[in-house]
C-alpha cells in the first residue's frame, strides 16, 4: 500500500521497502523475491516475479510512492490512477486497506490509487487491523464514551477547526482550549493583551460562536492562566513568562502556555475517563524551549490512561510529539493499555464530524474483519461490565431490536402501559409520528400482553382502535412461556415485544431503544407531585437503552419543554431528560412568548383536569399519609375522584425557574383533578407591564403559536366549546380565543384545553425525536463507517 510521508518519483534508497524484503525472509523461512510494479500494465520484474511464485509464496512490491499513477493525483491525472488500480487488480483477489489517512480525502494521490482499487470489482475488499483499530477507538470515545469526555483542543483558529469543535461540543462534558485558539479567545471575551497576535472580524464572529455554543452544551471550558512568549519562534529565542493580569508586550509572540496553566488543565483530565485530543499541541513544541506544555499535558494524559481512561489523539502532529517527548517505550505502552494515537488525523477529524469516508463506503462486506469485529465486541463489553455507564455499544451486543428500522425512525420502548403509555403506542402508528418512532418494546409488570391488546382496543377515554387501522393481535411464543419474554403485541406486520419484569431493573430492553417512562402513578403516589429522580430512571440505561425520556416531573432531571427550551436542552449527551408535568408543558411555552411581547409581571395559572392514574373511586387511605404524615396534602391522593373537586400539588413554580428563569418567582400554579375523564381546562392569570388589548394579545400568541408544530401550541376560534371537544387533541395547549378578556390594568385571563395524558404523550416523544436527531447529526458517519466495517451490529445505526 502507499506509505506515509513525501512522495518522491525517484527510486530513493530511504523510501524503498526493499530492506522489508530480508525480514520477511528470515520471519517465513522461505525465499520472499522483491519486484517493482509500475510503467506499464505490469513491470516485467512484477510479472515474472509472480509466474516464479510457487503456491502459498510471498513476493514483495515495491513502495507504490514509485508508480508514475501514484505520484499523479489531480482531476485529469486521476486516469493514470485508475489505471494503475486497474493493473494491480489483477494480481489477486483480495484488497486490503489497511492506511486510515487515505481514507478520507478523494483529491489525494494515495486516496485516489486506493479508491481506484476500491472500485475494481475484487471479491473481496476489506480493511486491514490499523484502519479497523482506528474506527474502533473512534467508536469507543463517541459513539459510547465513559463520562466525564474531556476535549482537548489546540492548533488553528476556531474557523479552521469549526465543523471538528462543533461535533466535540455535542459529546463532551469538558474542553480544554490551547494554542491560538485559546489565545483568540482570552484576547476578544477577556480583553487579555497577548503580544503580536492579530485578530481579524472572522475570528471575533467565530470566538462569541465557540462560548455561546459550549454554554448552551453547557460544557465547561477551561482556558490558559499564564503564557510563555518569545520575540520569534527560534530555538535561541529568549523565554519570557508573563500571565493575564501582566499581559504579554506587542512585539512578541505566545508560543507555550505556563506552569499555572498546566496545573489547571490538569484538573479536568484528572476527572475524566475519556478523552479526545484534537486540533494541535498546547504550542509550538517542535522546539524543546516551548514544548514544556505540550509534554506536560500530554502525561497528564497518559496518567488518565494510567487509571483506566479512554484517549483518543486525533492530531498526528501531537502523535509525534508524543514519541518524541515521551519516548516510542511509552507510546507503545500508551497503546497497549488502550490509547488511541491516530495515524490520519485529517481522516479521524472528518469522522468525527460526521463525514461518509470516500474509501470506507467502498468497501465490500469482508469476511476478514469478522474476528476484529468479534475482537472489538468482546473489547466493549468488557468495558461496559466493568464501569457502569450510558453505553450505546454495550446495548448493542445485547438482544437486537425485534426488526431493523430505517436510520430515520426512533426506536421506542415503553415503560408502563397505562393512559400515557397508550397514548405513545397510538400516536407512533395513528398520529403525528407514525413513520417517524416505532414502538419496539413494552414493559409492564401489571399488565400481560392479552390486557395490553384489550386496553388498547377498548379505551374508555380515546375510543376504540379505527376499523380501518392496523389489526391488532397477540403472538406469544412457546420459548417464551405464559407471561415471558416470548410475547408479542402485533400491530399489523408490526412485532412490539412485551417484556415481563417485575422491576425496571430486570428490563431487558433491545439494543438503542429511547425508553419512555409513562408511570404517573408513581410520580403522584407518595411523591408530593415531584415525581421520579434520575438515578431511578437511569437503571433503564444499564438495561440496553440508550436514553430515557420521562414523561412527568423530576426533582433533578433536565427539564425539556417542547416549544420553549427542548431544542437548546436536548443533545447527544441528554441520556435522562424530562418533560415536566402537564401544567408546565402548557403555560411556561405559553408565558414565554408573552413575556417576549409584552413583558409579564406575574402569572397564577390553574389546571382543571381528571384524576391522574391511581386516583381513588372511593374513599380509602393514601400512600404516605398513616401515622407519622407530616402533611395533608397527601390524604386528599385518597379521597374519592369520582365524588370530589379537588387541589393537587404543582411544581410550576420550580419549573418555571429551570425553564424560564426570566419569570423565576414570578410564576404559580394549582392543579384540580375534577370528576371527568379526557381532557380539561387550563386558566391563566397574567399581569403585563403596560396594558394590551385582546386583539394584540391574541395576534401576538396567533402569531407565536404558527412558528410551532400543531400539536405544541393552537389558537382557535370555536363557540360555545367544551373539555370533550378536544379529547383527541394532541396539542399541550389550545387557547380559546373567544374566552379571551383583558383589562386597562394590563391584567389579562386566558382559557384554554388540553388533553393531559396525550400532551404528555406527544411532548415524550417530540423529545426522543430531538435526542435520536442529535445523535444521528454527531455519530452518522462514524455508524455508517463502523458498519461498514461490521464492527457494530446493524442496530448501532438506530442508536
Known sequence: GAGAGELSPAREARHSLRPLAEVLQHMLGAEVPFAFVCEGPLAPEADAALVACPPGGVVLFEDLRFCAGEVAGLDGEAVAADALGASLALLGDVYCLETFGVAEDECRSDASLSLSLLKVPLPVRCAGPLLAQEIEALAACVLAPRRPLCAVVGGDLIKAQRPHIEALLNVCDELVLGGPLALAVKSHAFGVQLGASVLKAEDLAEVDWLLAHAKERRVRVHLPCDYIAADLNSPDATRMTSDDMSGVPKGLHVLDIGPRTVARFRQPLRRAMTIVWLGGPMGCCEFEKFAGGTKAVLEACAEAVARGAVLSVLCQEVTRAAAVMLGLGLQERLRAKGAHLSTGGSAACAFLCGSSLAAVKHLSDAPDTAAAAATAAAAAAAAAAAVPSPSPLRSSLRAPPPAALPSSVVALGICGFGRVGRAVLRATVLGAHSGKAQVVAISDAQCDVEQMLYLLAHDSVLGKWPSDAPPLSTSRSAAGGEGGEGDFLLVGSTRVMVLKARVASECNWPAGVTVIDTQLGAHASGLG?????????????????????????????????????????????????????????????????????????????????????????????????????????????????????????????????????????????????????????????????????????????????????????????????????????????TLDAALTLTLESGLVKLVGWQHAEVALAQAALELAALGDAADRSVLGGLLRAAEALRLLPPLAAKA
Open 529 to 733: 407531585g415531584r415525581g421520579l429522580t434520575a438515578a431511578q430512571v437511569a437503571v433503564h440505561l444499564r438495561q440496553g437503552a440508550k436514553r430515557v425520556v420521562l414523561a412527568g416531573p423530576s426533582p433533578d432531571a433536565p427539564l425539556c419543554i417542547p416549544g420553549l427550551n427542548a431544542k437548546q436542552q436536548v443533545g447527544s449527551r441528554s441520556h435522562v431528560i424530562a418533560t415536566g408535568d402537564a401544567l408546565a408543558l402548557a403555560a411556561l411555552p405559553l408565558l414565554g412568548a408573552l413575556h417576549a411581547s409584552f413583558g409579564v409581571q406575574a402569572a397564577g395559572v390553574s389546571l382543571l383536569g381528571p384524576a391522574l392514574e391511581g386516583g381513588r373511586t372511593v374513599d380509602s387511605p393514601a400512600p404516605g399519609a398513616g401515622p407519622g404524615a407530616s402533611s395533608h396534602v397527601s390524604w386528599r391522593t385518597g379521597r374519592g375522584c369520582g365524588q370530589n373537586v379537588a387541589p393537587a400539588p404543582s411544581g410550576l413554580a420550580a419549573a418555571a425557574a429551570t425553564a424560564l428563569p426570566a419569570l423565576a418567582g414570578k410564576v404559580g400554579g394549582v392543579e384540580w383533578r375534577v370528576p371527568t375523564a379526557g381532557a380539561g381546562a387550563l386558566d391563566v392569570t397574567v399581569q403585563l407591564r403596560s396594558a394590551a388589548s385582546a386583539q394584540s394579545v391574541l395576534l401576538a400568541l396567533e402569531r407565536w403559536s404558527s412558528s410551532l408544530p400543531a400539536r405544541t401550541a393552537s389558537v382557535v376560534h370555536l363557540q360555545a366549546a367544551v373539555s370533550s371537544d378536544f379529547t383527541a387533541n394532541a396539542a399541550a395547549l
